[in-house]
C-alpha cells in the first residue's frame, strides 16, 4: 500500500506528522530498500525549543524530502524493472 502523499501539511499536527514519516519510511524500506541509506541519514527530530511551530515546520520538510527522494526515484525503479524483464 502507498502512503497517502501529501502536498500540503500546514493543517497537521505533530503526532500526525511523525505517523505520516513512520508510514512513509516503512514504505520506502520496504519498497525500496536500496534507498534506505538516504533514510538512515535523514532521521529527525522535532527541534525548535519547544515551539510546536517550528517543530511542525521541521516535521514537514523532513517529510517532504522522503517524499521526494521516493518521487524522484521511482520512475528509475520501474525503468529498471522494465529493462531486467526484456533480458
Do not use: C
Not at 500500500?1 to 508510514?23: A, F, G, Q, V
Request: charged share 20%; aromatic share 6%.
Amino acid at each position: 500500500m502507498t502512503p497517502n502523499l501529501h502536498s500540503n501539511y500546514t493543517m497537521k499536527t505533530e503526532r500526525e506528522l511523525n505517523e505520516d514519516i513512520l508510514e512513509l519510511t516503512t514504505h520506502i524500506m520496504k519498497t525500496y530498500p536500496e534507498l534506505s541509506k538516504y533514510v538512515a541519514d535523514m532521521s529527525v527530530k522535532a527541534s525548535g525549543g519547544g515551539n510546536k511551530e517550528n517543530a511542525v515546520k521541521s516535521l514537514t520538510n523532513h517529510y517532504e524530502y522522503l517524499e521526494k527522494v521516493m518521487k524522484n526515484y521511482m520512475p528509475q525503479h520501474q525503468n529498471s524493472n522494465l529493462a531486467h524483464s526484456l533480458n
